[in-house]
């Protein structure tokens, strides 16, 4: 793994309080100041091969950055190392601050990597989850739509028996006029001549 100048000087400004060298002046820096350089080169190197370092996410996540690059913590420095996406160089390092004691910020620091690691367990289960739900949810649509088909089909019987019920109706009530008619020709037949 190499390591970026530009992560040396972070490192010699944040985790060394060396606030005397920039972008602009780690070429003189670097001359004048070998076994520093390489001294933090090294500790950098040492905390990266370090078994408790976990990879976080890729992405971007700084407005001025155009390339994604890989983040990586590291609870037992407290820290985070941002790579190149292979990753073969490690292009800065900071330390978490949570503006706590030491130990308070420390702990804080492995609070939030527990709660990541439980949302990224809950996350995997819910996505083994998530194909067995949809089915499930289709299970429920498929029912739904054989019951509106069942009840369409029972709407269009009573609709028929409606029709038939209404001709029913109307067949008895000619009926009757018809009785009516009948039985009034009757009448006119029998009483009719006399008046």
């Known amino acids: 793994m190499k390591v970026s100048d530009h992560a040396i000087i972070r490192y010699a400004q944040r985790f060394h309080h060396i606030e005397n060298i920039n972008e602009e002046f780690i070429k003189i820096w670097i001359n004048q100041n070998p076994d520093l350089y390489s001294r933090y080169k090294k500790e950098i190197l040492e905390m990266w091969n370090n078994e408790n370092k976990r990879f976080l996410v ?3 996540f700084e407005k ?3 390339n994604k690059n890989r983040y990586y913590a590291s609870h037992d420095y407290s820290l985070v190392f941002i790579t190149d996406l292979k990753p073969e160089i490690i292009i800065t390092i900071y330390n978490v601050d949570f503006q706590l004691h ?6 804080m620091f492995k609070i939030l990597l527990d709660d990541v690691n439980l949302l990224l367990q809950e996350q995997h289960n819910f996505l083994k989850e ?3 739900l949809y089915k499930e949810i289709d299970n429920k649509k498929e029912d739904i739509k054989r019951e509106k088909r069942m009840l369409e089909n029972r709407m269009n019987i009573l609709t028929i ?3 038939q019920l209404n001709l029913e109706s109307e067949r008895i009530a000619n009926q009757e006029k018809e009785f009516e008619a ?3 020709f009757l009448y006119k037949k029998i009483i009719g001549q006399r008046i």
Do not use: C, L, S
């Open 130 to 132: 998530k194909p067995n």
């Open 58 to 60: 890729e992405g971007v």
């Open 64 to 66: 001025t950055k155009k």
């Open 161 to 163: 028996d409606e029709k």
């Open 182 to 184: 009948k039985i009034d």
């Open 102 to 107: 030491t130990e308070n910020n420390a702990a």
